[in-house]
């Protein structure tokens, strides 16, 4: 929908873990329109974004614009992803 044919998976770690710090990252990355998803996750990372982007040059301008600018973040860790194998976008009932 955004034109963009690209996905990234974005790992994030925060500095911190306070309920402030954690609030205004996510009301932060609520506005990024390149932003598909994102998840609060467990182990080494704290967030798990999946996003839209325009090739390598489309991806360098979503972080260094807008992911860095935002509060609180310590690291990232990105992957391309290559070739969709499945998508489910509601729960098979059983």
Do not use: N, W
Not at 18 to 38: K, M, N, T
Not at 59 to 64: A, G, I, K, M, S
């Amino acid at each position: 929908a955004l034109g963009l044919p690209d996905t990234v998976f974005i790992e994030v770690m925060m500095e911190r873990h306070d309920e402030e710090s954690l609030r205004r990252f996510e009301d932060a990355v609520q506005a990024i329109p390149e932003v598909l998803e994102c998840h609060l996750v467990t182990g080494e990372y704290d967030y798990m974004i999946k996003a839209a982007v325009g090739g390598t040059l489309g991806y360098e301008r979503l972080l260094r614009d807008r992911l860095y600018r935002l509060p609180g973040i310590r690291h990232t860790r990105s992957s391309f992803a290559l070739r969709r194998l499945k998508q489910e976008l509601s729960p098979v009932p059983v």
